[in-house]
Protein backbone atom coordinates (compact mmCIF):
# COMPACT_ATOMS: atom_id res chain seq x y z
CA UNK A 1 0.00 0.00 0.00
CA UNK A 2 1.78 3.46 -1.37
CA UNK A 3 1.79 6.19 1.52
CA UNK A 4 -1.15 9.24 1.19
CA UNK A 5 -0.32 12.09 2.87
CA UNK A 6 -2.23 11.05 6.22
CA UNK A 7 0.35 8.71 6.35
CA UNK A 8 2.92 11.03 6.97
CA UNK A 9 1.24 12.90 9.73
CA UNK A 10 0.58 9.76 11.41
CA UNK A 11 4.22 9.14 11.62
CA UNK A 12 4.94 12.09 12.51
CA UNK A 13 2.71 11.77 15.75
CA UNK A 14 4.20 8.42 16.38
CA UNK A 15 7.49 9.42 16.69
CA UNK A 16 6.89 12.03 19.18
CA UNK A 17 4.43 9.54 21.44
CA UNK A 18 7.72 7.01 20.81
CA UNK A 19 9.37 9.74 22.17
CA UNK A 20 7.29 10.54 25.31
CA UNK A 21 7.19 6.84 26.56
CA UNK A 22 11.34 7.57 27.50
CA UNK A 23 11.96 11.52 27.36
CA UNK A 24 10.43 14.72 28.07
CA UNK A 25 13.43 16.22 26.69
CA UNK A 26 12.73 18.76 24.51
CA UNK A 27 16.17 18.62 22.57
CA UNK A 28 15.25 15.44 22.05
CA UNK A 29 12.19 16.48 21.06
CA UNK A 30 13.59 18.41 18.29
CA UNK A 31 15.75 15.95 17.37
CA UNK A 32 13.16 13.75 16.81
CA UNK A 33 10.68 15.79 14.85
CA UNK A 34 14.21 17.12 12.39
CA UNK A 35 14.94 13.30 11.85
CA UNK A 36 11.59 12.47 11.09
CA UNK A 37 11.40 14.91 8.18
CA UNK A 38 14.59 13.79 6.54
CA UNK A 39 13.43 10.07 6.85
CA UNK A 40 10.13 11.04 5.18
CA UNK A 41 12.21 13.72 2.70
CA UNK A 42 14.01 10.44 1.86
CA UNK A 43 11.75 7.86 1.15
CA UNK A 44 10.37 5.90 -1.70
CA UNK A 45 7.12 6.92 -2.61
CA UNK A 46 6.66 3.65 -3.67
CA UNK A 47 7.59 2.06 -0.74
CA UNK A 48 5.02 1.36 1.91
CA UNK A 49 3.82 2.93 5.09
CA UNK A 50 5.54 0.67 7.64
CA UNK A 51 8.46 0.23 5.88
CA UNK A 52 9.03 4.27 6.37
CA UNK A 53 7.97 4.04 10.06
CA UNK A 54 10.73 1.62 10.56
CA UNK A 55 13.20 3.82 10.22
CA UNK A 56 11.37 6.32 12.33
CA UNK A 57 11.19 4.07 14.97
CA UNK A 58 14.14 2.82 15.19
CA UNK A 59 15.92 6.27 15.25
CA UNK A 60 13.83 6.72 18.42
CA UNK A 61 15.04 3.80 20.36
CA UNK A 62 18.57 5.10 19.17
CA UNK A 63 18.80 8.18 19.94
CA UNK A 64 17.14 7.89 23.21
CA UNK A 65 19.24 4.60 24.15
CA UNK A 66 15.95 2.83 25.12
CA UNK A 67 15.54 -0.38 22.58
CA UNK A 68 12.54 -1.52 23.75
CA UNK A 69 10.53 1.78 24.94
CA UNK A 70 6.83 -0.28 25.03
CA UNK A 71 8.03 -3.06 27.18
CA UNK A 72 6.03 -2.32 30.49
CA UNK A 73 2.74 -1.28 28.25
CA UNK A 74 3.28 -5.06 26.49
CA UNK A 75 4.08 -6.55 29.30
CA UNK A 76 0.57 -4.95 30.86
CA UNK A 77 -1.32 -6.47 27.99
CA UNK A 78 0.37 -9.74 27.94
CA UNK A 79 -0.60 -9.85 31.68
CA UNK A 80 -4.41 -8.67 30.49
CA UNK A 81 -4.87 -10.79 28.16
CA UNK A 82 -3.92 -13.55 29.82
CA UNK A 83 -6.33 -13.34 32.57
CA UNK A 84 -8.91 -12.90 29.94
CA UNK A 85 -8.05 -16.32 28.54
CA UNK A 86 -7.87 -17.93 31.86
CA UNK A 87 -11.62 -17.39 31.98
CA UNK A 88 -13.29 -17.88 29.27
CA UNK A 89 -13.62 -20.74 26.86
CA UNK A 90 -13.07 -20.32 22.76
CA UNK A 91 -15.53 -22.82 21.28
CA UNK A 92 -14.23 -23.03 17.83
CA UNK A 93 -11.73 -21.58 15.15
CA UNK A 94 -14.61 -18.91 14.00
CA UNK A 95 -14.54 -17.81 17.38
CA UNK A 96 -10.75 -17.79 18.09
CA UNK A 97 -10.96 -15.47 14.58
CA UNK A 98 -13.33 -13.01 15.80
CA UNK A 99 -11.11 -12.60 19.38
CA UNK A 100 -8.09 -12.31 17.20
CA UNK A 101 -9.76 -9.57 15.18
CA UNK A 102 -10.90 -7.76 18.47
CA UNK A 103 -7.61 -7.96 20.02
CA UNK A 104 -5.87 -5.76 16.93
CA UNK A 105 -7.08 -2.76 18.97
CA UNK A 106 -3.97 -3.33 21.24
CA UNK A 107 -1.79 -1.41 18.82
CA UNK A 108 0.22 1.66 20.13
CA UNK A 109 1.77 2.27 16.86
CA UNK A 110 -1.83 3.61 16.05
CA UNK A 111 -3.11 5.16 19.21
CA UNK A 112 -1.71 6.69 22.85
CA UNK A 113 -5.36 4.57 24.59
CA UNK A 114 -6.46 1.32 23.84
CA UNK A 115 -9.63 0.39 24.71
CA UNK A 116 -10.22 -3.27 25.06
CA UNK A 117 -12.72 -5.53 25.37
CA UNK A 118 -12.40 -9.28 24.82
CA UNK A 119 -15.99 -9.66 22.63
CA UNK A 120 -16.97 -12.51 20.03
CA UNK A 121 -19.58 -11.14 19.12
CA UNK A 122 -18.09 -8.62 17.22
CA UNK A 123 -19.37 -8.19 13.82
CA UNK A 124 -17.04 -8.51 10.59
CA UNK A 125 -17.46 -6.36 7.70
CA UNK A 126 -15.63 -8.98 5.13
CA UNK A 127 -15.80 -12.08 6.45
CA UNK A 128 -14.08 -15.15 4.36
CA UNK A 129 -13.54 -17.30 7.46
CA UNK A 130 -15.27 -20.44 5.86
CA UNK A 131 -12.53 -20.19 2.29
CA UNK A 132 -10.00 -19.61 5.10
CA UNK A 133 -11.06 -22.88 7.21
CA UNK A 134 -11.17 -24.59 4.35
CA UNK A 135 -8.14 -24.18 3.18
CA UNK A 136 -6.53 -24.93 6.63
CA UNK A 137 -8.03 -28.23 6.33
CA UNK A 138 -6.55 -28.96 3.03
CA UNK A 139 -2.67 -27.23 4.28
CA UNK A 140 0.48 -29.32 4.13
CA UNK A 141 1.66 -25.79 5.87
CA UNK A 142 0.45 -22.84 7.43
CA UNK A 143 2.46 -19.72 8.28
CA UNK A 144 1.10 -16.84 10.62
CA UNK A 145 2.63 -13.53 10.41
CA UNK A 146 1.95 -12.62 14.21
CA UNK A 147 1.55 -8.58 15.28
CA UNK A 148 0.82 -7.04 18.33
CA UNK A 149 1.78 -8.14 22.30
CA UNK A 150 -1.24 -8.71 24.32
CA UNK A 151 -3.15 -10.09 21.13
CA UNK A 152 -0.57 -12.56 20.65
CA UNK A 153 -2.70 -14.75 23.69
CA UNK A 154 -5.26 -14.27 21.10
CA UNK A 155 -3.49 -15.74 17.94
CA UNK A 156 -2.00 -18.59 19.97
CA UNK A 157 -5.77 -19.82 20.75
CA UNK A 158 -5.95 -19.27 16.84
CA UNK A 159 -2.95 -21.57 16.43
CA UNK A 160 -4.68 -24.03 18.69
CA UNK A 161 -7.72 -24.22 16.90
CA UNK A 162 -5.96 -25.09 13.73
CA UNK A 163 -3.91 -28.01 15.32
CA UNK A 164 -7.18 -29.61 16.54
CA UNK A 165 -8.63 -28.97 12.90
CA UNK A 166 -5.36 -30.03 11.09
CA UNK A 167 -3.23 -31.79 13.65
CA UNK A 168 -0.82 -32.96 10.46
CA UNK A 169 -0.19 -29.83 9.06
CA UNK A 170 3.29 -28.12 9.77
CA UNK A 171 2.58 -24.53 11.37
CA UNK A 172 5.46 -22.17 11.88
CA UNK A 173 4.45 -18.48 13.61
CA UNK A 174 6.46 -15.27 12.59
CA UNK A 175 7.39 -12.62 14.99
CA UNK A 176 10.00 -9.91 15.52
CA UNK A 177 13.26 -10.18 15.68
CA UNK A 178 13.67 -7.42 17.65
CA UNK A 179 11.40 -4.86 19.48
CA UNK A 180 9.76 -2.12 17.26
CA UNK A 181 6.90 -0.59 18.75
CA UNK A 182 4.57 -2.92 20.51
CA UNK A 183 5.26 -5.82 17.93
CA UNK A 184 5.13 -9.33 19.64
CA UNK A 185 8.46 -10.94 20.15
CA UNK A 186 9.23 -14.56 21.20
CA UNK A 187 9.30 -13.62 24.72
CA UNK A 188 5.60 -12.91 24.24
CA UNK A 189 5.32 -16.14 21.78
CA UNK A 190 6.90 -17.74 24.81
CA UNK A 191 4.34 -16.36 27.14
CA UNK A 192 1.31 -17.74 25.82
CA UNK A 193 2.99 -21.53 25.23
CA UNK A 194 3.01 -20.71 21.73
CA UNK A 195 6.04 -23.05 21.57
CA UNK A 196 4.37 -25.84 22.68
CA UNK A 197 1.86 -25.52 19.53
CA UNK A 198 3.94 -24.49 16.70
CA UNK A 199 7.51 -23.71 15.39
CA UNK A 200 8.40 -19.79 16.12
CA UNK A 201 11.21 -17.74 14.00
CA UNK A 202 12.00 -14.26 14.11
CA UNK A 203 13.31 -12.94 10.79
CA UNK A 204 15.61 -10.50 9.96
CA UNK A 205 16.41 -7.31 9.83
CA UNK A 206 14.06 -5.55 11.70
CA UNK A 207 11.21 -3.75 9.92
CA UNK A 208 7.58 -3.18 10.91
CA UNK A 209 4.54 -5.23 8.80
CA UNK A 210 6.70 -8.20 6.95
CA UNK A 211 8.70 -6.46 3.82
CA UNK A 212 8.90 -9.28 2.50
CA UNK A 213 11.58 -8.27 -0.21
CA UNK A 214 13.87 -7.19 2.33
CA UNK A 215 13.80 -10.18 4.77
CA UNK A 216 15.91 -12.78 5.04
CA UNK A 217 15.77 -15.81 2.31
CA UNK A 218 15.01 -18.21 4.18
CA UNK A 219 11.80 -16.71 5.15
CA UNK A 220 11.00 -15.26 1.78
CA UNK A 221 11.15 -19.20 0.45
CA UNK A 222 8.96 -20.21 3.75
CA UNK A 223 6.30 -17.38 2.78
CA UNK A 224 5.89 -18.37 -1.08
CA UNK A 225 6.32 -22.11 -0.14
CA UNK A 226 3.41 -21.96 2.71
CA UNK A 227 0.02 -23.35 1.64
CA UNK A 228 -1.85 -20.67 3.64
CA UNK A 229 -0.44 -17.36 5.30
CA UNK A 230 -2.34 -15.76 8.08
CA UNK A 231 -1.56 -11.79 7.89
CA UNK A 232 -2.43 -10.73 11.20
CA UNK A 233 -2.60 -7.09 11.59
CA UNK A 234 -2.73 -3.64 10.17
CA UNK A 235 0.78 -2.70 9.05
CA UNK A 236 0.54 -6.15 7.56
CA UNK A 237 -2.08 -5.55 5.36
CA UNK A 238 -0.13 -2.23 4.70
CA UNK A 239 2.95 -3.97 3.80
CA UNK A 240 1.54 -7.12 2.00
CA UNK A 241 -1.64 -5.98 0.51
CA UNK A 242 -0.36 -6.22 -3.16
CA UNK A 243 1.25 -9.88 -2.72
CA UNK A 244 -0.35 -12.18 -4.83
CA UNK A 245 -0.26 -15.57 -3.05
CA UNK A 246 -3.34 -18.43 -3.24
CA UNK A 247 -3.50 -19.15 -0.02
CA UNK A 248 -3.09 -15.31 1.97
CA UNK A 249 -5.64 -14.06 4.31
CA UNK A 250 -5.99 -11.25 6.68
CA UNK A 251 -6.76 -10.56 9.82
CA UNK A 252 -7.10 -7.03 11.15
CA UNK A 253 -8.94 -3.98 12.42
CA UNK A 254 -9.19 -0.69 10.39
CA UNK A 255 -7.73 1.48 12.58
CA UNK A 256 -7.39 4.20 10.27
CA UNK A 257 -9.00 6.27 7.17
CA UNK A 258 -6.23 5.31 4.75
CA UNK A 259 -6.24 1.18 5.58
CA UNK A 260 -10.19 1.63 5.85
CA UNK A 261 -10.73 3.29 2.79
CA UNK A 262 -7.93 0.44 1.01
CA UNK A 263 -10.79 -2.32 2.26
CA UNK A 264 -13.21 -0.24 1.23
CA UNK A 265 -15.17 -0.60 4.67
CA UNK A 266 -15.87 1.70 7.40
CA UNK A 267 -13.07 2.98 9.92
CA UNK A 268 -13.34 0.66 12.53
CA UNK A 269 -14.56 -2.35 10.72
CA UNK A 270 -13.32 -5.53 11.95
CA UNK A 271 -11.97 -7.80 8.83
CA UNK A 272 -11.04 -11.49 7.76
CA UNK A 273 -10.33 -10.53 3.68
CA UNK A 274 -8.61 -13.36 1.40
CA UNK A 275 -5.68 -12.21 -0.54
CA UNK A 276 -5.50 -11.61 -3.88
CA UNK A 277 -4.37 -14.54 -6.11
Known sequence: MKPKPECYDCMRRQAVRSLGLISRDRNLLEKVKSETEKIIAGSDINGNPPLI?????????KITGNSDPYLELKKKYNRIVKDVLRNMAIKDIFSAFKYAINGNIIDFGMQDKVAFNADENVSLTIDDSVSLVERICQADSILYLCDNAGEIGFDASVISKIKE?????????????GPVINDALLEDALYFGMDKMCDIIAPAPLYVGTQIDRLDAGFGKLFNDSDVIISKGQANWESLEGIRHKGLFFLLRAKCKVVALSLDVPLGSAVLTKGKE
Not at 53 to 61: E, M, P
Request: hydrophobic share 50%; net charge positive.
Open 53 to 61: ASDIFLYVN
Open 165 to 177: LNPRAKLTASVKA
